[in-house]
Nanobody, 118 residues
Framework: QVQLVESGGGLVQAGGSLRLSCAAS????????MGWYRQAPGKQRELVAD???????NYSDSVKGRFTISRDNAKNAVYLQMNSLSPEDTAVYYC????????????WGQGTQVTVSS
């Protein structure tokens, strides 16, 4: 089992920045990738960015160039630096950890609210 705890959400003005953090505990050696998803009211949960253990990153087109995902394996943590925030980025952001062996299984944090005012 893997447990994930997010932090860093809050209220920020448009154009501002926030840094989200997620700490993993438990069977951390089973983790292949970690990432961030978000869900706005009335919308489906969507991938924001993820990163594999070898450092390969993937970003949603809507955040590419503005957000940066990073990972600290020693701390079992993943971070999301969010710059040039827009009200469209307002959502609950969820940390995700993916196990890929013996089969894919996703673990989720409780979520942290990000609100961007205009």
């Amino acid at each position: 089992q893997v447990q994930l705890v997010e932090s860093g959400g809050g209220l920020v003005q448009a154009g501002g920045s926030l840094r989200l953090s997620c700490a993993a505990s438990g069977r951390v050696r089973s983790i292949n990738s970690m990432g961030w998803y978000r869900q706005a009211p009335g919308k489906q949960r969507e991938l924001v960015a993820d990163i594999t253990i070898d450092g390969t990153t993937n970003y949603s087109d809507s955040v590419k160039g503005r957000f940066t995902i990073s990972r600290d394996n020693a701390k079992n943590a993943v971070y999301l630096q969010m710059n040039s925030l827009s009200p469209e980025d307002t959502a609950v952001y969820y940390c995700n950890s993916a196990q890929t062996w013996p089969r894919r299984f996703d673990y989720w944090g409780q979520g942290t609210q990000v609100t961007v005012s205009s």
